[in-house]
């Protein structure tokens, strides 16, 4: 009987070895997506938000044709640059977060990246990425929204035009 116990555990134990080695391998590459995000103005002290659709378009981001079967295990925000037209573009923020957002309501919007304060002498924001959001569910969807809140510190009345570039982690097999 005892004998019987171990040949049964040493067979599950080479089955699972040999489910897990017909996985194909992981790999990750990096790609990034631009685009702007623009406020028509007036616009008033505290928080201000602007969404952009993007549509999830894995060959043009990856640089590559899509491998048929391909799925995503894991993409994070790697980086987040927001940069206005001008160097005053950014005068008057005090803060910008970004978020991503979906139409499927199973998917709760999540906070990507955050930058307070913001200097406007440099012309650029560099928003600090959270390392713990993961984003593949998002980009199982065909589309989804990039939102930032500009948090001004004082009414504005010009339109305002920020344009974004986020470099983008994608893990997949």
């Given amino acids: 009987m005892h004998f019987r116990i171990i040949t049964l555990g040493a067979f599950w134990g ?62 994070q925000l790697k ?3 927001l940069s206005g037209d001008s160097i005053s573009d950014l005068t008057g923020i005090g803060s910008l977060v970004l978020s991503i ?13 955050v930058l307070n304060p913001v200097s406007a002498a440099s012309g650029q924001a560099i928003l600090q990425p959270s390392p713990e959001a993961e984003l593949s ?5 065909k589309s989804f929204y ?3 809140d500009a948090g001004l510190s004082a009414d504005k009345d010009q339109n305002l035009r920020l344009n974004g570039r986020f470099q983008w982690e994608i893990q997949y097999r």
């Fill in 146 to 148: 990039l939102v930032v």
């Fill in 14 to 75: 080479l089955l699972m070895l040999l489910m897990n080695g017909c996985q194909s391998e992981s790999k990750t590459q990096t790609g990034t997506t631009e685009c702007a995000f623009e406020w028509a103005g007036p616009l008033y002290e505290g928080s201000n938000p602007a969404q952009v659709l993007i549509k999830v378009d894995l060959a043009g981001l990856l640089g590559n044709p899509v491998p048929e079967g391909m799925k995503i295990t894991k993409v």
């Fill in 101 to 113: 957002a979906s139409d499927d309501p199973s998917l709760p919007m999540k906070e990507l990246a």
């Fill in 137 to 141: 569910d998002f980009f199982s969807q």
């Fill in 79 to 81: 980086s987040a640059e």
